[in-house]
């Protein structure tokens, strides 16, 4: 499985980013599919979560209203609007056979990261 990441940038507040996660190796059919990131200092977290067939989308309280998740092909997005500094991380994507849970424990392959720099 290799998840390839990319999109990150540098971004001032309440602007917006487009981060692309191509999934490759095998069928992905019945996965999870989700965005974590990680700021210098803190533990991953989780940010959205997609379904491979779409049915169901999950967000961080976070970022509800602002984050959107969707999937084309095999192509996971993760649209971000209104970004805050707070926002600024590592954003990895990631896939997990585990229905439902958004546990990063649950999650068994990564991507490399892509870095998000929000400034004021």
């Known amino acids: 499985v290799q998840l390839q990441a990319s999109g990150g940038g540098p971004v001032q507040a309440g602007g917006s980013l487009r981060l692309s996660c191509t999934a490759s190796?095998?069928?992905?059919?019945?996965?999870?599919m989700a965005w974590f990131r990680q700021a210098p200092g803190k533990e991953r977290e989780f940010v959205a979560g997609?379904?491979?067939?779409?049915?169901r989308k999950y967000y961080a309280e976070s970022v509800k209203g602002r984050f959107t998740i969707s999937r084309v092909s095999n192509t996971v997005y993760l649209q971000m609007n209104s970004l805050k500094p707070e926002d600024t991380a590592v954003y990895y994507c990631?896939?997990?056979?585990?229905?439902?849970?958004?546990?990063?424990?649950?999650?068994?392959?990564w991507g490399q990261g892509t870095q998000v720099t929000v400034s004021s």
């Open positions: 997609i379904l491979w067939s779409g049915v």
């Open positions: 990631a896939t997990s056979r585990v229905f439902g849970s958004m546990s990063p424990l649950n999650f068994d392959s």
């Open positions: 190796g095998r069928s992905f059919s019945g996965y999870t």
